[in-house]
C-alpha cells in the first residue's frame, strides 16, 4: 500500500472525501497515513485516514443517525414511504451528494436493466422531482405500489 490512493469525489457512506487534506496520521509500525478532508452529509467535515474509508471503518463524521430527518423537512419527504438505508448519502435512495466544480450538487441514479438512469440537481427538490419521473419510466408498476 506504498502508492498513494486518489480518493476524491469518492463517497463511502455518508462521507465523501474531498482532498489529501495534507495532514498525515502515524500509524503503529511508523509508516504515515493520509488522512482525508471529507464532507459529511450533515454538513461537518472531518479528518479520515485512506485505510478508514477504504475498510468501511468509517462511514460519517460521527453524527447520529437521526440527523438525516432534517433534510425531511422538505414538503417531498412526506410522499416518501422508503425506508432509508444507512449507507444512503442524503438519506434518500438513488440520491447522492456530488462535488462537482466548487459546489455541492444531488446525483439521482436509478438502475434498470443494468442500467444507470439520472441526472444531476442543483436542490433536493429537484432531484426528488427527477428521481420520481426516472421510477415511473423504468420501474414498470412502481406508481401502483405506492
Ligand atoms: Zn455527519
Not at 81 to 106: C, E, L, Q
Request: overall charge positive; glycine content about 8%.
Amino acid at each position: 500500500m506504498a502508492n498513494k490512493v486518489n480518493l476524491t469525489g469518492q463517497v463511502f457512506g455518508h462521507l465523501t472525501a474531498i482532498k489529501d487534506s495534507g495532514k498525515r496520521a502515524r500509524r503503529k509500525d511508523g509508516s504515515s497515513a493520509v488522512l482525508w478532508l471529507c464532507q459529511c452529509d450533515c454538513g461537518k467535515q472531518t479528518y479520515v485516514a485512506t485505510s478508514s474509508l477504504t475498510t468501511g471503518q468509517t462511514t460519517s463524521c460521527g453524527h447520529v443517525k437521526a440527523a438525516n430527518l432534517e433534510t425531511g423537512a422538505d414538503h417531498h419527504a412526506s410522499m416518501l414511504t422508503d425506508k432509508v438505508p444507512a449507507t444512503s448519502h442524503t438519506g434518500y435512495r438513488n440520491i447522492s451528494m456530488t462535488f462537482r466544480g466548487s459546489r455541492w450538487r444531488y446525483r439521482v441514479a436509478v438502475t434498470y436493466d443494468h442500467r444507470q438512469h439520472g441526472g444531476l440537481r442543483d436542490t433536493l427538490k429537484e432531484a426528488l422531482e427527477l428521481r420520481e419521473e426516472l421510477r415511473a419510466k423504468y420501474w414498470p408498476g412502481y406508481k401502483t405500489q405506492k
